[in-house]
């Protein structure tokens, strides 16, 4: 059975940082593609970052590129988004998510459809 575990959101001013992680159990996981997506009331779940296997491939949306950075550590089965330089518009629920088939060879890593196993989400809101 997999298991997707997401911690680390909170409350945090413009301008600020935090580190959100995430615990993948039930498969290999060093074989998955992971990424995270996020949701804010009233709009579609949209892809935020997505970190390969060996972490040689990151993906970034625009809105993201520069301030946030996701890193993974294959031992601990975790994986990481640093977020920092937060502006309001970056609330949201955060979801992580583990890529359906091994070595995505075939998936779009921006898509939603490419993930088979998500968390329950990690709040993440930003006072101005």
């Known amino acids: 059975q997999v298991q997707v575990v997401e911690s680390g959101g909170g409350l945090v001013q413009a301008g600020g940082s935090l580190r959100l992680s995430c615990v993948a159990s039930g498969r290999t996981f060093s074989l998955y593609y992971m990424g995270w997506f996020r949701q804010a009331p009233g709009a579609e779940r949209e892809f935020v970052a997505t970190v390969s296997w060996r972490e040689s491939n990151t993906v970034y949306a625009d809105s993201v590129k520069g301030r946030f950075t996701i890193s993974r550590d294959n031992v601990k089965n975790t994986v990481y988004l640093q977020m920092n330089s937060l502006k309001p518009e970056d609330a949201a629920v955060y979801y992580c998510?583990?890529?359906?088939?091994?070595?995505?060879?075939?998936?779009?890593?921006?898509?939603?459809?490419?993930?088979?196993?998500w968390g329950r989400g990690a709040q993440v809101t930003v006072s101005s």
């Open positions: 998510a583990q890529a359906r088939s091994p070595y995505n060879t075939a998936g779009d890593v921006r898509s939603h459809h490419t993930y088979a196993y």
